[in-house]
């Protein structure tokens, strides 16, 4: 008898702890600064296989494959997190579970590099590097025409242990490649951006390069303080055009440089918005 009881209230303390479990579950909510913060381990990530690429480029390049789905699942998460007012928990925790195996797995193959693995030449800007460069005039789904010509100049100095190679201001060419525009019945405007020349000190070189994110510039208010303390000319030329304030907000960038809109409108890039962009070909400086 004793026996009996002592199973019917283990059963019932079993049954108990599931459905306060299955309630926290169902009580719990994925918020926007969830999502937030994917896309900035999405980011820190893409800067990470960056500096695997110049030493590893098979496997940095393998890494960014798997970087870009994860890219895609979180602008899906965002999209209707934005849409229905929700997302699934379960599908946040996966693609955070695989966000953070990837990271690792960076980290780990840039501990293992040995020296013998291979590096930049000293004029080389290598492949992975990601830039950040300044729309010199708006761009929006509406208007773009597919192969329309575009311009953005770089925001900092880029430079190895020996020279600069790419100064702040180099104006680079950008191509729209694909353009979708809003219309009345659910449908997001978007465009596909790339980018295939760069002047650098009068000289012009072919470039391949994909935009990974766009960026709010903090304008010459949010960088002032930086001028006349010393800073080289570079950062001061890089806060006068407006350094990076956060992702712009209504816009997600998915893989090969389509930038959409969020919320069923057309995109509007304003003069300004800084663009991140990773070059898909090493670049030789002379």
């Known amino acids: 008898m004793v026996s ?3 199973r019917t209230a283990v059963i019932t303390t079993v049954a108990c702890l599931s ?10 909510s ?3 600064a969830d999502i937030q913060q ?4 999405v980011i820190d990530a893409s800067a990470e296989i960056s500096r695997l690429r110049a030493r590893d480029a098979d496997r940095g390049a393998q890494l960014e494959r798997e970087l870009d789905e994860i890219r ?7 999209a209707l997190l934005r849409r229905e007012g929700r997302a699934s928990p379960s599908d946040y925790d996966e693609v955070q ?7 690792q797995a960076a980290r780990s193959a840039l501990s293992g590099v040995t020296a013998s693995a291979p590096v930049a030449a000293p004029n080389e800007v290598p492949v992975g590097t990601e830039i950040d460069v300044r729309l010199q005039s708006a761009l929006s789904s509406n208007t773009a025409q597919v192969e329309d010509r575009f311009e953005a100049t770089t925001v900092l100095n880029l430079d190895n242990a020996e020279r600069i190679l790419i100064p702040a201001g180099s104006v680079l060419r950008g191509i729209v490649g694909s353009v ?6 659910d449908r997001t405007g978007r465009l596909t951006l790339s980018f295939d020349q760069i002047t650098i000190r009068g000289r012009i070189y072919p470039i391949r390069a994909t935009v990974l994110q766009a960026l709010e510039s903090e304008g010459i208010r949010g960088e002032v303080g930086r001028i006349g303390t010393g800073a080289g000319i570079g950062a001061v030329l890089g806060g006068i055009l ?7 907000t209504g816009i997600l960038v998915g893989a090969g440089g389509v930038i959409a809109a969020t919320e069923g409108e057309d995109v509007v890039l304003p003069a300004g918005t800084i663009l991140r962009i990773r070059l898909d070909t090493p670049l030789d400086v002379v």
Do not use: F
Request: proline share 0%.
């Open 4 to 6: 009996s009881v002592r």
């Open 19 to 28: 459905l306060i479990a299955t309630a926290s579950a169902q009580e719990r």
């Open 30 to 32: 994925v918020t926007a």
């Open 38 to 41: 994917l896309q900035d381990g």
């Open 72 to 78: 895609e699942d979180v602008i899906y998460l965002r």
């Open 97 to 103: 579970k695989r966000l953070g195996t990837l990271r």
């Open 180 to 185: 979708d525009r809003a219309g009345r019945i």
């Open 242 to 248: 407006g350094g990076v304030k956060g992702v712009l």
